[in-house]
């Protein structure tokens, strides 16, 4: 009897082989992911109008009413800073949500939710030109809302409403603008490190105001004149936009008097006419729907709708490490000095 013939081992696999096939996988899940990330860039550049940015939620009301209010916040320290995940975009999400709010035609009144400390002055001004603009445009009246804070920049952009409400606990006012300038010079000599700037001079070939501001440094008597007058400058502005916004409540000398940075409890603020109301959420609510001669028309609250971008994204700093204004103050002199309309509370 003869033995059954058995198959002859199958032939083993090069490593070439594994290699390749590792390096095909590896290329093939690059090539997704890439197409994800520009699908998800693509979607944050759409227009607000083709792709929907934002969700609503119902927050009185009936969900049945054909007409709205929209309540759209400004929270947390007013930026606009980077493109990457984790970036501080104030000027651009308002930008998009008035946007949106243009193409839906059962919107009568907006409710701006201001809970902010401030931020930066540009962005303060954008946001508030963003809000007078479409304003003006539109028709649609604006009611400010001011929660635990509504100062500095917080209370700038709420110069853009037709009506100001504040609870009795608000904190508001500290109108100003403050840039600071960290030194660090005595503790570098203390640990033996020295920072040698090597910087253009004057047409006289005196040295040159490139570098003012160094943390490395003491700032001279001319500098400190120069960068003063810049503050000077911003706090003008701010004192012409709340002139402008308080026009028939506040005088422009009344305005000026208050503008010495001090804040104000929602009381004071009623009393010295920097507000028109105490009052809460639903007086706010009904206030906009007379404005809005609208009485039956329920409120929304918009919420911005993340990306893929955003999801896959783990960096930066969250929204809460950002609205502690001091860590904004720090981050800014990482980036460089700037003049911010912020209450720091230091």
């Keep these: 009897m003869q033995p059954a013939s058995t198959s002859p081992p199958a032939p ?10 590792v390096l095909a996988l590896a290329l093939t899940g690059s090539v997704l992911l890439n197409m994800l990330l520009g699908l998800a860039a693509l979607g944050n550049n759409l227009d607000p109008g083709i792709r929907p940015r934002f969700d609503e939620t119902l927050v009185d009301g009936e969900r049945s009413a054909n007409e709205k209010v929209v309540v759209l916040p400004i929270q947390g320290v007013i930026m ?17 949500m008035l946007h949106a709010v243009r193409q839906d035609k059962s919107v009568k009144a907006i409710v701006l ?7 930066g002055v540009t962005a303060s001004d954008q946001i508030h030109h963003e809000l007078s603009r479409f304003r003006k445009e539109t028709g649609i009246p604006i009611v400010a809302l001011f929660g635990d804070v509504a100062a500095s920049g917080g209370y700038y952009v709420a110069m853009a409403s037709d009506e100001i409400l504040a609870h009795t606990t608000t904190i508001t006012g500290s109108i100003g603008v403050i840039s600071q300038f960290p030194q660090v010079r005595d503790l570098m000599d203390k640990i033996g490190v020295e920072i040698l700037t090597i910087k253009s001079l004057d047409e006289h070939g005196k040295p040159s105001f490139k570098d003012m501001g160094s943390p490395f440094r003491e700032m001279r008597p001319e500098e400190r004149k120069i960068l003063q007058g810049l503050v000077t400058h911003m706090w003008e502005r701010f004192v012409q936009v709340v002139a402008e916004g308080r026009k028939g409540h506040l005088e422009p000398a009344q305005v000026r008097a208050l503008a010495d940075g001090r804040i104000f409890t929602g009381q004071q603020a009623l009393d010295l006419k920097l507000i028109d109301a105490l009052g809460y959420q639903e007086d706010a609510f009904q206030r906009a729907r007379e404005l809005g001669k609208a009485p039956q028309a329920k409120v929304v609250r918009l919420h911005h709708r993340e990306t893929l971008l955003d999801l896959l994204g783990g960096t930066g700093l969250s929204a809460k490490e950002w609205s502690a204004p001091l860590r904004v103050l720090e981050r800014a ?10 209450w720091s509370g230091s």
């Design 333 to 342: 002199t990482l980036h460089g000095p700037r003049m911010m309309y912020l």
């Design 12 to 21: 083993r696999r090069p490593w070439s082989f594994w290699l390749a096939l």
């Design 80 to 96: 606009e800073e980077g493109d990457g995940p984790g970036a501080l975009r104030s000027v651009s999400r308002m930008r998009s």
């Design 113 to 119: 939710d201001i809970d902010s400390p401030g931020g």
